[in-house]
């Protein structure tokens, strides 16, 4: 009897089962070299192991083959004795730039990697395994070291994001908008500018607050986005043309989502319009990446995953909405649902 295969994976053999196994040394040295400091250390100039030994305060025991296994990802280059930084990498590695993924690269590592390593546990009880309790964004927040390196985190999340919503919604159709868990504005930012007509705003934990005022400060927007404060299961939702969702759904239950979902069209004006984007699952054949990050979630929140097309439009229908569009956008890993309030 033949067996046919239709699994549309890669076919794997044993030494490539075995590297699988072991891929999490690889995440640990990335990690490793953000949390000591190499990057910015680099960014100085080309230095010896014994220099890099000696500024960044390491034991040299490990030291060779840990700056060897650096280079070897790509990470660094090599030039004689002494190691250097590349331009292509420093600009995801070096902190300052709009594109830096330190901040996230630090929240997998003290965050993600720990509540990874309990996946045998949640599969077996379904439970979250961040130990971050029932309310994991004021846990957060009681830290403002972490706040910040998750408000930057977001920044990287959504960077790739607002260039393409502000394309993906037929903005010339309103007037304003709400980013609700907009995290410090960085999408509304990118709305304001390239939409000079839309009034922004971001609704926003309270705690989110000082983090927004200083960001908008940075990028020259002090009042073009407005700040409200609030919580968006307890207190109204602002009055705006358009309520924007962006990686907010998958955090929570279906129960939560139907009722964000609810209160937005209960607050919206007739012909405004509820915009979501998140990682959406396709609904045949789910991409890795967008079931690695769904599975991110569900482990980190009690009841968030993330969710197809066809059950986004299920949830905004059942709210009142009128399902206009999913666009996928080109870049990173999203898709944007838009659905108006007819009435
Ligand atoms: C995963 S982040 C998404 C941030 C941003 N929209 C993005 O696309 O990167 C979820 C955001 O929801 C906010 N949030 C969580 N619970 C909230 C609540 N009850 N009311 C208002 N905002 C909340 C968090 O502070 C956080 O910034």
Same mark, same amino acid.
């Given at each position: 009897?033949?067996?046919? !295969?239709?699994?549309?994976? %890669?076919?794997? !053999?044993?030494?490539?089962?075995?590297?699988?196994?072991?891929?999490?040394?690889?995440?640990? =040295?990335?990690?490793?070299?953000?949390? #000591?400091?190499?990057?910015?250390?680099?960014?100085?100039?080309?230095?010896?192991?014994?220099?890099?030994?000696?500024?960044?305060?390491?034991?040299?025991?490990?030291?060779? !083959?840990?700056?060897?296994?650096?280079?070897?990802? /790509?990470? =660094?280059?090599?030039? /004689?004795?002494?190691?250097?930084?590349?331009?292509?990498?420093?600009? $995801?590695? #070096?902190?300052?730039?709009?594109?830096?993924?330190?901040?996230?690269? &630090?929240?997998?590592?003290?965050?993600?990697?720990?509540?990874?390593?309990?996946?045998?546990?949640?599969?077996?009880?379904?439970? %979250?395994?961040?130990?971050?309790?029932? +309310?994991?964004?004021?846990?957060?927040? /009681?830290?403002?070291?972490?706040?910040?390196?998750?408000?930057?985190?977001? +920044?990287?999340?959504?960077?790739?994001?607002?260039?393409?919503?502000?394309?993906a919604v037929d903005w010339?159709a309103y007037s304003s908008f709400v980013d609700v868990g /907009?995290?410090?504005?960085?999408?509304?930012?990118?709305?304001?500018?390239?939409? %000079?007509?839309?009034?922004?705003g971001?609704f926003?934990?309270?705690?989110?607050? %000082? $983090? $927004?005022?200083?960001?908008?400060?940075?990028? *020259?927007?002090?009042?073009?986005?407005?700040?409200?404060?609030g919580?968006f299961f307890a207190d109204a939702l602002p009055q705006t043309d358009v309520l924007v969702f962006g990686?907010v759904l998958h @955090?929570w239950s279906q129960d939560a989502r139907q009722e964000l979902l609810d209160r937005t069209h209960a607050v919206l004006p007739p012909g405004g319009a509820v915009v979501v984007y998140d990682?959406m699952? @396709?609904?045949?054949?789910?991409?890795? &990446?967008?079931?690695?990050?769904?599975?991110?979630? *569900?482990?980190?929140?009690? *009841?968030?995953?993330?969710y197809t097309v066809s059950e986004c439009r299920t949830w905004v229908e059942k709210s009142g909405f009128t399902f206009l569009s999913a666009t996928?956008?080109?870049?990173?890993? +999203?898709t944007v649902v838009v659905a108006a309030k007819r009435d």
């Amino acid at each position: 009897m033949t067996i046919s !295969d239709t699994s549309a994976g %890669p076919s794997l !053999d044993a030494p490539a089962i075995a590297r699988l196994s072991a891929s999490y040394a690889e995440a640990r =040295i990335l990690h490793s070299a953000v949390e #000591v400091g190499l990057f910015e250390l680099l960014a100085e100039g080309p230095l010896s192991q014994g220099e890099i030994c000696a500024r960044l305060e390491l034991h040299p025991r490990l030291v060779r !083959d840990f700056l060897g296994a650096v280079a070897a990802l /790509g990470l =660094i280059g090599r030039e /004689g004795a002494r190691y250097r930084l590349t331009p292509e990498v420093a600009q $995801f590695l #070096v902190p300052g730039g709009p594109l830096y993924l330190g901040a996230r690269i &630090r929240t997998a590592a003290q965050r993600h990697y720990h509540t990874w390593g309990r996946l045998t546990e949640a599969l077996r009880d379904g439970e %979250p395994k961040a130990g971050v309790g029932a +309310d994991a964004f004021a846990t957060l927040y /009681g830290n403002p070291e972490a706040t910040r390196n998750f408000l930057v985190h977001m +920044d990287a999340n959504n960077g790739v994001v607002g260039p393409q919503l502000a394309e993906a919604v037929d903005w010339s159709a309103y007037s304003s908008f709400v980013d609700v868990g /907009g995290a410090r504005g960085n999408v509304a930012a990118h709305l304001v500018r390239r939409h %000079p007509h839309l009034t922004g705003g971001v609704f926003e934990l309270p705690a989110v607050q %000082p $983090f $927004f005022e200083e960001y908008m400060a940075e990028l *020259g927007l002090s009042g073009r986005v407005v700040f409200h404060p609030g919580d968006f299961f307890a207190d109204a939702l602002p009055q705006t043309d358009v309520l924007v969702f962006g990686h907010v759904l998958h @955090d929570w239950s279906q129960d939560a989502r139907q009722e964000l979902l609810d209160r937005t069209h209960a607050v919206l004006p007739p012909g405004g319009a509820v915009v979501v984007y998140d990682q959406m699952l @396709d609904e045949e054949a789910p991409d890795l &990446r967008s079931l690695v990050g769904s599975l991110n979630v *569900g482990l980190i929140t009690p *009841g968030g995953s993330e969710y197809t097309v066809s059950e986004c439009r299920t949830w905004v229908e059942k709210s009142g909405f009128t399902f206009l569009s999913a666009t996928r956008l080109a870049r990173g890993n +999203d898709t944007v649902v838009v659905a108006a309030k007819r009435d």
